[in-house]
């Protein structure tokens, strides 16, 4: 029997990956034993035993961003983190390691590293510090959007649930409209930004609003759980939250967004054209994500110190009040994403454990030296 390591805990943008190409490699071969590694941090205890995968907890390996005391108690928690990735792939036989990126990864990589096979996969246009190591010695290094600065990278794409890349939203329009309690007519947007990265959106759509409405454009806004919905209103509809992501895509005709990598390959993968707003903070991978939907003409990109309600009513009303360039959108989102990613990553993922030859060679235990002067975080 085929035994498959997972290594993606940590945040949903790694786990949700993961899962996504642990449920394509049981399509593809329910006798495949798929294993997850992860840490009682996070979200790894509540994500991965729901969807049926077991768990096997090592100890946690936060990465300082800056130098600093836990900075040189880094080595001892990787040796100790090692050990106990090890003596799991013992126990469940494992033929491959397949890694996400972030602080599981690590420890995952440098476990199997001499043992057996590495797959990795970088969701973001810029490599994290985990995924950097790993891609050193890894046989497979995959990514969703090409240019991360790993070496022999094939772009596969973002793997993603089924129940997003097999949407037929045309199918479940009305449903998904009867659902949130919009009008069943006319155009719907679609604003989201996260827990994090809500603010300025939240801010520009309660400035636009009135306009929007006054075009005949309906609202359904994600606004956080720590966010301001904007006032009251006849086709705003304003949740902290949205459950049922399949049903919000289905109801709407476009999106205000962050530019996370799961966000983008989502919506190009439903086909739903987009304003981007790349959160102003970090490496500046948000926007380099949405690039090449821009680029393809089915998305747009707002720089998060532009948008405010005037440029909102600006990209907005245009779009949603005409039928033919979002129709013209939509194609160019869906064309530029990769709906069938998580397959493509499970084949060649097995394909490399078909081809492996034996053993990787001799168990490697040195762990890769960091110099606190050097360092520059993720």
Same mark, same amino acid.
């Given at each position: 029997?085929?035994?498959?390591?997972?290594?993606?805990?940590?945040?949903?943008?790694? &786990?949700?990956?993961?899962?996504?190409?642990?449920?394509?490699?049981?399509?593809?071969?329910?006798?495949?034993?798929?294993?997850?590694? !992860?840490?009682?941090?996070?979200?790894?205890?509540?994500?991965?035993?729901?969807?049926?995968?077991?768990?096997?907890?090592?100890?946690?390996?936060?990465?300082?961003?800056?130098?600093?005391?836990?900075?040189?108690?880094?080595?001892?928690?990787?040796?100790?983190?090692?050990?106990?990735?090890?003596?799991?792939?013992?126990?469940?036989?494992?033929?491959?390691?397949?890694?996400?990126?972030?602080?599981?990864?690590?420890?995952?990589?440098?476990?199997?590293?001499?043992?057996?096979? &590495?797959?990795?996969?970088?969701?973001?246009?810029?490599? !994290?510090?985990?995924?950097?190591?790993?891609?050193?010695?890894?046989?497979?290094?995959? @990514?969703?959007?090409?240019?991360?600065?790993?070496?022999?990278?094939?772009?596969?794409?973002?793997?993603?649930?089924?129940?997003?890349?097999?949407?037929?939203?045309?199918?479940?329009?009305?449903?998904?409209?009867?659902?949130?309690?919009?009008?069943?007519?006319?155009?719907?947007?679609? @604003?989201?930004? !996260?827990?994090?990265?809500?603010?300025?959106?939240?801010?520009? &759509?309660?400035?636009? /609003?009135?306009?929007?409405?006054?075009?005949?454009?309906?609202?359904?806004?994600?606004?956080?759980?720590?966010?301001?919905?904007?006032?009251?209103?006849?086709?705003?509809?304003?949740?902290?939250?949205?459950?049922?992501?399949?049903?919000?895509?289905?109801?709407?005709?476009?999106?205000?967004?962050?530019?996370?990598?799961?966000?983008?390959?989502?919506?190009?993968?439903?086909?739903?054209?987009?304003?981007?707003?790349?959160?102003?903070?970090?490496?500046?991978?948000?926007? /380099?994500?949405?690039?090449?939907?821009?680029?393809?003409?089915?998305?747009?990109?707002?720089?998060?110190?532009?948008?405010?309600?005037?440029?909102?009513?600006?990209?907005? &009303?245009?779009?949603?009040?005409?039928?033919?360039?979002?129709?013209?959108?939509?194609?160019?989102?869906?064309?530029?994403?990769?709906?069938?990613?998580?397959?493509?990553?499970?084949?060649?993922?097995?394909? /490399?454990?078909?081809?492996?030859?034996?053993?990787?060679?001799?168990?490697?235990?040195?762990?890769?030296?960091?110099?606190?002067?050097?360092?520059?975080?993720?």
């Amino acid at each position: 029997m085929t035994s498959v390591v997972v290594a993606g805990g940590g945040s949903a943008g790694h &786990i949700e990956p993961a899962l996504a190409f642990a449920d394509a490699v049981r399509r593809l071969h329910p006798d495949v034993r798929v294993t997850a590694l !992860g840490t009682e941090r996070g979200l790894d205890t509540a994500l991965i035993p729901a969807r049926g995968y077991p768990l096997e907890l090592i100890p946690p390996v936060p990465l300082p961003r800056r130098p600093s005391l836990d900075l040189l108690k880094l080595p001892g928690r990787v040796h100790a983190a090692i050990s106990r990735v090890r003596r799991v792939l013992d126990e469940v036989e494992a033929d491959v390691v397949v890694g996400f990126g972030g602080y599981v990864a690590l420890p995952a990589y440098l476990g199997a590293r001499g043992r057996v096979p &590495i797959a990795v996969h970088e969701a973001n246009a810029k490599a !994290g510090l985990a995924n950097k190591v790993g891609a050193r010695f890894a046989e497979l290094v995959a @990514v969703a959007v090409p240019g991360t600065g790993l070496e022999n990278e094939q772009v596969v794409g973002m793997p993603l649930r089924r129940s997003i890349t097999g949407l037929d939203r045309a199918a479940l329009r009305t449903q998904g409209r009867k659902f949130f309690g919009l009008p069943p007519q006319g155009p719907v947007l679609l @604003v989201f930004g !996260g827990s994090q990265g809500a603010r300025t959106l939240n801010n520009a &759509i309660a400035d636009a /609003l009135p306009d929007l409405l006054h075009a005949g454009i309906s609202v359904l806004h994600a606004h956080g759980r720590g966010g301001e919905p904007a006032p009251p209103a006849r086709g705003y509809v304003a949740l902290p939250y949205i459950e049922r992501m399949d049903l919000a895509y289905a109801a709407a005709d476009a999106v205000l967004g962050r530019c996370g990598m799961t966000t983008v390959a989502e919506v190009t993968a439903v086909g739903l054209p987009a304003v981007y707003v790349p959160l102003p903070h970090g490496n500046g991978e948000q926007a /380099l994500n949405a690039r090449p939907v821009v680029a393809a003409g089915g998305g747009i990109l707002v720089d998060d110190a532009e948008m405010d309600g005037d440029r909102a009513v600006d990209e907005l &009303i245009p779009l949603l009040t005409n039928p033919r360039r979002l129709a013209a959108m939509s194609r160019a989102a869906r064309a530029s994403g990769h709906g069938d990613a998580d397959q493509r990553l499970a084949r060649l993922v097995l394909d /490399l454990v078909r081809g492996h030859g034996g053993g990787a060679g001799d168990p490697v235990t040195e762990v890769i030296p960091i110099d606190p002067r050097t360092w520059r975080g993720r």
